[in-house]
């Protein structure tokens, strides 16, 4: 009858061995104490005896193959004779696939103890109970825990106190035995409480508007498709609003009003003469650039946002900007007329100003096809030092969105930087 | 009844043994000729002879493995260390045969013997003379491990150990041995495994051991003048641990405090609070207050040893710490 | 002034007219640990055996040898590769087979394993498991006989590891100091675990001498010849029971295999594994026997059966006993 060879155990804590190298091939004769096999375990390589005489008639785990302790490696008997049809588990690392789940008894009747180990190891494990769950722990107020002794607690229950009645006197303001055998109920009052209704939260869907779905895929392309970097200046604009004080004086009779969004117009396109990256699109494998200095103007609707463009700003002159842009605010809110398509789809470089709202600076999101947007606050009385001196000047923050694939931040700052100085020295302006 | 000291106790007990079983012998470091280290054996050898009282080489180790064999072979041993300190030396010795042989031989092998030890801090003896292993040893399942701080509880525990079918540590407060108490007469035995109360009252329990006794009755005594009535019990016995007679004073008191001589980390103070905790929770109004010796080895210079043993004012402040008494 | 001078006792030599029955059953121990430890060997690869084994092959003639000059009231104190020990002093096969599978029928019901073998009834106190820590044992054991009157001794065996151990020194001097009934036997296997002797001692692989330091009369003898064996115990023994106090026998010993099961001892070369395996004594002694005409073949071949019979009947005894009761764990733990 042919013998099992199993994986041997070769030491306290191994559970499992690598077949390093056989030393006997199939068929070859095995005395009684022959070297087999070399076993890998974790600490060194041993050798496995054979502990009966016979043939190799099988080997079942090839060099290099890790099994556990107790698997059939190998069959062991006389010349010719028949294998078993048993073969070992797939070899592989002990994980739960790899344990025979119920391996056969070795050549002696009793299965071994790592036999049964491992049988029971597949068996499913029985499901834990759930713990109860703790009794719920009183709470103050203001949300913390209440703090009290065991036996504290468990007077308070045995004498119907409410816990977080109780007044705590010890370290801490623990609730001690003492406080809770003290304790003595409160003349109930009526709710100290003045009765006022609760506002009503508007808990209403509002269905998108198309501008609204607009304004969603448009914003949403630009966050994803271009990068957004962020560059924020402090503009003294002391100068130039004294400038606009007496330019508006001087053209009290003709009706125009210069605004300082339409100086800020002005400065970009003096700025973006200089530095024209700023009016370019970005086309994937160049820098589109575009004839015309297109500013658009961002406007707030009752809709929702526009951002219609000023064509053909280059060369044209403040004032001119100025009732520009005084016409296309006007068209925008459908008065005198309609935006026309160019104007709304061909800016090449945007301004959005919240400086009405005494916002003191934000950053605005680059409309798609536009390199940049300029993002302004209000105008603000600000003390400054000049000169070593505190002086009290106009300030207004400027905030440059850039679309990085374009421009990087030194080029940036260095374009903001020339817009400032645009709008620090008005006779710039008037270029 | 009469007034002795614990030395006295503890001889009169072993004069018992030695008068009453002829298995009975003593053996260790200059307890013969010279008479004890801390006298307990003065004029045995006279009384006795060598066969029974055995004057020892300096081999920790060795005497106490002997007494594991004669022990084994029917005879009972009583053994004494110097100091318990220098139990560390024969730790494998006490651990790996006196406790794990009736085990590991399927109870085929006794091992009925007494260690008696001094131990205990407080007498300049610095780092390596001043430690408390008992503490240590009472972890160790297989041995037993008593401390008294009485004289009666010296006679009836040595009685017991004596009569045990185990080793048994006898732990003796090093600086209690001149301690003048009420023995009773006649062959009364204090069973190991039972605490004592050693002072009634309803507030707060207070439990240590050996040296630490008497620093709970001076706090007990400042207690009192407040109107606060301490229950000190003494755990008496280390292993096996008496938790019933702690657990029922503390149903009475909600209060508990642990105090170690020893170093207060992991010693068997610390399983006494930590046994409160699991045991009487929901009796306690507050954690279980502690106070040990400091975490380090033990200094020379006087105030520094003083100032790493605990206090009556370590006892008060930890109670007002845990319970704001 | 102890003047008791160590000195080595020269190989013992056979005389021709020897007991025949002697000489079978000196074999038929030998033979008896040899098969036992091979069936420990493979009950151990198939996980029926587990822990820490540590096979006595190769240091047979040492335990058949001593045990033959011993009393029932004598005490025999061992290290951990103990088996032949308890075998040769006559303890139950079967029992202590079912100590290593940890069954409840073992001698410590499983709670011992191969290390820690007691028979306390037949004066056997130990496989002890921590190097040397037997030898402080033995010496109160031999107190006890002394102190007792009881005319025993004490044998306490330990190896060339334990001889660096404190312990050793402290037993060998109280054992002089109070005269002990206490043979100190060494079996040198020139190894502790798989360090060869000669790395961790100063002053040679012979240990002997420092017996006579402490006074103790000491003798080095070939541990390979079970005949050498049993007439140097004998004497040593003769001795002690004459009140002469500890006696010291050093034996120069092999173990073929490693360590334990889990070493392929490797720190060992061939040529020193083979020339000890060319001193077997399970070779040499029934060679011997045969060239004298002690024993015939056939008389060997009976002997050898027995033995094999009697481990294969030691190894279905204890796969066929149930383990220990869940509540053993918490008996015996005190008295």
């Not at chain 1, 010719?80 to 790899?98: M, N, Q, R």
């Not at chain 1, 009385?381 to 001196?389: A, F």
């Not at chain 3, 334990?260 to 060992?268: C, E, G, L, T």
């Given at each position: 009858?042919a013998?099992r ?7 306290a804590?191994?559970?499992e ?30 050798e496995m005896?054979a ?8 080997v079942?785990?090839p060099?290099?193959r ?9 069959w062991l008997?006389q010349?010719?004779?028949k ?12 994980g739960?696939?790899?344990?025979p789940a119920?391996?056969p ?9 790592v ?10 494990m ?5 713990p ?5 722990t009183?709470?103050t107020e203001?949300?913390d825990r209440?703090k ?14 409410d ?15 003492d ?45 994803t498709e ?7 200046v402090?503009?003294?604009?002391t ?7 007496h ?32 009016n370019?699109?970005?086309a ?21 946002l ?11 002159s ?7 842009a005084?016409?296309?605010?006007n ?7 309609t935006?026309s ?12 100003n ?32 000049k ?14 969105s ?11 700052a260095?374009f ?11 006779a710039?302006?008037?270029? | ?9 503890i ?12 298995n ?5 470091e ?15 050898l ?9 004057d020892?080489?300096?081999s920790?180790?060795t005497f106490?493995g002997?007494?594991?064999?004669a ?18 030396v ?11 042989l ?5 109870g ?8 008696r030890?001094p ?9 390596t ?23 009666a509880?010296?006679l009836?525990l040595?009685?017991s ?9 006898f ?5 209690m ?5 009420d023995?009773p007469?006649g062959r009364?035995?204090?069973p190991i ?18 040296h630490?006794?008497r620093?709970?009755h001076s706090?007990?005594?400042d ?5 606060i ?5 003494d755990?008496?016995?280390?292993s ?9 004073s503390?149903?009475k008191?909600?209060r ?15 399983e ?20 040990g ?6 200094p ?22 845990s319970?704001?008494? | ?13 056979v ?16 033979c ?5 430890e ?14 820490f ?12 040898g001593?045990?033959r ?21 006559g303890l ?10 940890g ?8 709670k ?8 306390a ?5 130990g ?16 107190l006890?006989c ?8 004490a044998v306490?065996?330990f190896?060339d ?8 020194h ?9 005269d ?9 296997n020139?190894y ?11 002053g040679?692989?012979?240990?002997y001498?420092?017996a ?22 004998g ?16 034996a ?9 099961m889990a ?22 002694f ?9 024993a ?9 059966k ?5 481990v294969a ?11 220990p009761?869940?509540?053993?764990l918490?008996?015996?733990v005190?008295?």
């Amino acid at each position: 009858m042919a013998t099992r060879v199993t994986m041997p155990s070769m030491g306290a804590d191994m559970t499992e061995g690598t077949v390093a190298r056989w030393l006997k091939k199939e068929g070859e004769a095995v005395k009684r104490g022959d070297k087999m096999a070399e076993i890998e375990t974790d600490k060194t390589v041993v050798e496995m005896e054979a502990y009966a005489d016979g043939t190799l008639l099988k080997v079942l785990v090839p060099e290099g193959r890790k099994v556990p302790v107790g698997q059939l490696i190998a069959w062991l008997g006389q010349p010719g004779e028949k294998v078993p049809e048993e073969s070992g588990a797939p070899a592989g690392p002990l994980g739960p696939a790899a344990r025979p789940a119920a391996p056969p008894p070795t050549s002696a009747s009793a299965p071994s103890p790592v036999a049964t180990r491992l049988a029971a190891a597949s068996a499913p494990m029985p499901a834990r109970p759930t713990p109860p769950s703790p009794p719920p722990t009183p709470v103050t107020e203001d949300g913390d825990r209440t703090k009290a002794s065991p036996i504290a607690r468990k007077l308070a229950e045995e004498q119907g106190i409410d816990i977080s009645k109780v007044v705590g006197t010890g370290p801490g303001g623990r609730i001690t035995r003492d406080d809770v055998l003290n304790y003595k109920p409160a003349p109930s009052l009526p709710s100290s409480s003045i009765n006022r209704p609760a506002p009503k939260v508007i808990a209403q869907d509002i269905p998108l508007t198309s501008m609204r779905q607009a304004i969603a895929r448009v914003t949403v392309r630009s966050k994803t498709e271009a990068p957004h970097f962020y560059v924020t200046v402090a503009v003294d604009m002391t100068d130039t609003m004294k400038f606009r004080q007496h330019l508006n004086e001087a053209l009290a009779e003709s009706g125009i009003k210069v605004s300082v969004n339409d100086m800020i117009i002005k400065a970009s396109v003096n700025s973006i003469l200089k530095h024209p990256k700023f009016n370019t699109s970005f086309a994937g494998d160049k820098l589109q650039g575009h004839a015309d200095i297109n500013i658009g103007i961002a406007i707030a609707l009752e809709q929702g946002l526009i951002v219609p463009a000023l064509l053909k700003c280059q060369g044209k002159s403040v004032v001119e900007l100025s009732t520009m842009a005084r016409d296309l605010g006007n068209r925008a809110r459908g008065k005198g007329g309609t935006l026309s398509q160019q104007e709304l789809t061909q800016g090449t470089f945007g301004i959005s100003n919240l400086g009405m709202f005494d916002v003191v600076s934000f950053a605005a999101i680059i409309v798609p096809g536009q390199a940049a947007i300029l993002a302004t606050g209000t105008v603000k009385k600000t003390p400054v030092v000049k000169g070593g001196e505190i002086e009290v000047a106009d300030i207004m923050h400027a905030t440059l969105s850039c679309d990085h694939r374009v421009a990087d931040g030194a080029e940036g700052a260095v374009f903001l930087t020339e817009i400032k100085r645009n709008l620090e020295n008005p006779a710039l302006l008037m270029v | 009844m009469a007034e002795l000291t614990i030395r006295q106790a503890i001889q009169r007990g072993l004069e018992e043994a030695l008068q009453n079983d002829p298995n009975v012998f003593i053996m260790g470091e200059d307890i013969g000729k010279y008479g004890g280290a801390y006298a307990v054996t003065s004029g045995f050898l006279e009384k006795y002879g060598p066969k029974r009282i055995k004057d020892t080489p300096i081999s920790e180790a060795t005497f106490i493995g002997a007494g594991v064999g004669a022990a084994a072979a029917g005879l009972r041993p009583v053994i004494e260390i110097m100091s318990i300190s220098f139990s560390l030396v024969a730790f494998d010795q006490i651990v790996n045969m006196a406790a794990n042989l009736r085990y590991m031989s399927g109870g085929q092998i006794k091992v009925p013997m007494v260690i008696r030890a001094p131990t205990g801090a407080g007498a300049q003896l610095a780092a390596t003379h001043s430690q408390s292993f008992e503490t240590w040893l009472a972890e160790v399942p297989g041995i037993k491990c008593v401390a008294p701080s009485t004289p009666a509880d010296a006679l009836g525990l040595l009685r017991s150990a004596l009569s045990d079918g185990n080793t048994v540590i006898f732990a003796e407060p090093a600086q209690m041995y001149g301690v003048k108490g009420d023995v009773p007469d006649g062959r009364f035995t204090v069973p190991i495994g039972k605490a004592s109360v050693q002072r009634s009252g309803g507030d707060v329990t207070l439990v240590s051991y050996g040296h630490g006794m008497r620093v709970l009755h001076s706090a007990a005594e400042d207690l009192a003048k407040r109107g606060i009535e301490a229950e000190v019990v003494d755990l008496r016995s280390l292993s096996p641990l008496d938790m019933d007679t702690i657990v029922a004073s503390v149903h009475k008191t909600n209060r508990a405090l642990t105090l170690d001589m020893a170093r207060r980390t992991g010693g068997i103070m610390a399983e006494v609070a930590a046994r409160l905790q699991e045991a009487a929770s929901d009796w306690l109004d507050g954690p279980v207050a502690r106070v040990g010796a400091e975490d380090v080895p033990w200094p020379y210079n006087r105030e520094l040893e003083q100032e790493a043993l605990p206090r009556v004012e370590d006892v008060l402040a930890s109670l007002k710490k845990s319970y704001g008494i | 002034m102890n003047t008791r001078a160590a000195k080595a006792k020269p190989k013992a030599h056979v005389n021709g007219a020897n007991d025949k029955q002697e000489f079978l059953e000196l074999y038929r121990q030998m033979c008896l640990i040899r098969q036992f430890e091979e069936a420990c060997g493979e009950q151990y690869s198939r996980g029926n055996i587990r822990g820490f084994l540590h096979l006595y092959i190769g240091q047979e003639a040492i335990a058949a040898g001593v045990m033959r000059s011993l009393r029932a009231e004598d005490y025999v104190v061992t290290h951990y590769r103990d088996h032949g020990h308890a075998l040769a002093r006559g303890l139950d096969t079967n029992r202590v087979m079912a100590e290593l599978f940890g069954r409840a029928t073992g001698l410590s019901k499983g709670k011992g394993g191969s290390m820690h073998i007691f028979d306390a009834a037949k004066g056997f106190m130990g496989g002890h498991a921590i190097v040397g820590g037997q030898l402080p044992l033995a010496a109160g054991l031999a107190l006890a006989c002394q102190y007792k009157g009881t005319g025993g001794i004490a044998v306490v065996f330990f190896g060339d590891g334990a001889v660096n151990q404190g312990v050793f020194h402290e037993t060998m001097n109280l054992a002089a100091i109070w005269d002990l009934p206490l043979l100190f036997f060494l079996e040198n296997n020139l190894y502790g675990m798989g360090t060869a002797a000669e790395r961790t001692r100063a002053g040679g692989v012979d240990i002997y001498p420092i017996a006579g330091s402490y006074g103790i009369e000491a003798a080095m003898i070939d541990g390979m010849d079970v005949l050498a064996v049993r007439e140097a115990t004998g004497e040593a023994v003769k001795k002690i029971r004459a009140g002469e106090g500890p006696k010291f026998i050093e034996a120069k010993t092999y173990r073929f295999h490693g360590h334990s099961m889990a070493d392929p001892a490797r720190y060992r070369d061939h040529a020193e594994l083979d020339y000890w395996l060319s001193r077997d004594p399970l070779k040499s002694f029934p060679k011997m026997m045969l060239d004298r005409e002690l024993a015939t073949a056939e008389e060997l071949a009976v002997v050898r059966k027995s033995a094999d019979d009697e481990v294969a009947s030691a190894v279905k005894f204890s796969l066929e006993s149930p383990p220990p009761a869940k509540s053993e764990l918490f008996t015996d733990v005190y008295a």
